[in-house]
């Protein structure tokens, strides 16, 4: 497994994974199989589904920290601002440092370089959301992510993962 082959592997699955429509239900879906996924784990983590106007679903598992939800919300922002999965832009950014550079004018309260959040991408639309998790591993979290979308379009995940 190279870093390559990672972005190369997170770069179909955003291509793959695409709504035709997204409501309140494809949210909660989403949301409630990353929370059983993780229960299965028997891991804590927080989990967020929401579009950029607002949460469409927000849920825990037990252990996870009252730190978490924010991490969601900042992890949610990076794929806002730079239209990718966030563990992408980690493997992208390779060893810089984990805040942007000043250019990009951004306050780091409302994104984090850190893998969990994938792109919302619906039909003939673009990105217009994004689900995260927060809590584990950051390849973990975006696992879990991206898998809960593609079980929800009714994609086997298992076709485009990411090697353990």
């Known amino acids: 497994m190279s ?4 972005i190369a592997g997170i770069i179909e699955q955003e291509k793959a994974y695409v709504f035709e429509r997204f409501d309140e239900d ?8 990353v929370r059983e996924a ?5 891991k804590g983590i927080a989990v967020g589904v929401l579009l950029w106007d607002r949460t469409m679903f ?3 598992t037990a252990g996870i920290a009252w730190g978490n939800e924010p991490w969601v919300k900042r992890k949610v922002g ?8 966030s563990y992408r832009v980690v493997l992208e950014r390779g060893d810089k440092p984990r805040v942007l550079e000043e250019s990009w004018a951004q306050d780091v309260r409302d994104y984090a370089l ?16 994004a689900v995260a998790t927060s809590g584990l591993s950051e390849r ?11 079980s929800v379009l009714g994609i086997d995940a298992a076709t485009l993962a990411l090697p353990d």
């Open 3 to 6: 870093v390559e082959s990672d």
């Open 58 to 60: 927000y849920g825990t």
């Open 140 to 150: 973990l979290d975006h696992t879990l992510s991206a898998a809960a979308v593609a």
């Open 114 to 129: 850190a893998g969990g959040a994938f792109p919302i991408s619906l039909k003939g639309f673009g990105i217009v959301g």
């Open 38 to 42: 993780a229960r299965a784990l028997g």
């Open 26 to 33: 494809t949210a909660f879906a989403i949301g409630s199989h």
């Open 78 to 85: 990076t794929v806002r601002l730079m239209l990718k999965s």
